[in-house]
């Protein structure tokens, strides 16, 4: 995979959609129940929408009610990196992918008690959907 590491940020603004850089770049939250995939059931991995990294399986995928995609682990946890964000006066948990250095949402500790417990919020515009 290309080193993403090196990439300037003219090179995003080139690469990504205005909505796709605002989140991916800026760390972003894209509005709720307005992404492609809060409500997608099919199955396949979700990839990241700036590098291509595999990041989540639909198998950990379910329905928070957020209106964000929401999974209760990544595919590899080698593949994101989890970082404290203490933006708009609360502490939560940054996830990113671990390839390019991209913002793709939070992590909570509200997920199904059943599985891991953990719930990753993550924006649809920052993820690729490639069907099995
Ligand atoms: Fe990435």
């Not at 939560?92 to 793709?104: A, D, M, Q, Y």
Request: hydrophobic share 25%; charged share 25%.
């Amino acid at each position: 995979m290309k080193n993403m590491q090196e990439m300037t940020e003219e090179d995003w603004k080139k690469k990504l959609t205005p909505e796709q850089y605002q989140v991916l770049r800026q760390a972003g939250t894209e509005a709720p129940f307005t992404g492609e995939f809060y409500n997608n059931h099919e199955s396949g991995m979700y990839k990241c929408a700036a590098c291509g990294q595999e990041l989540f399986s639909s198998e950990t995928k379910f329905d928070s009610g957020s209106g964000w995609p929401s999974f209760d682990k990544p595919m590899n946890r080698e593949h994101v990196e989890l970082r404290t964000d203490n933006s708009l006066g609360m502490e939560r948990t940054e996830v990113i992918c671990k390839n390019c250095g991209s913002h793709l949402g939070h992590l909570f500790s509200d997920g199904p008690t059943e599985t891991t417990g953990d719930r990753y919020c993550i924006n649809s515009c920052a993820l690729n959907f490639e069907k099995k």
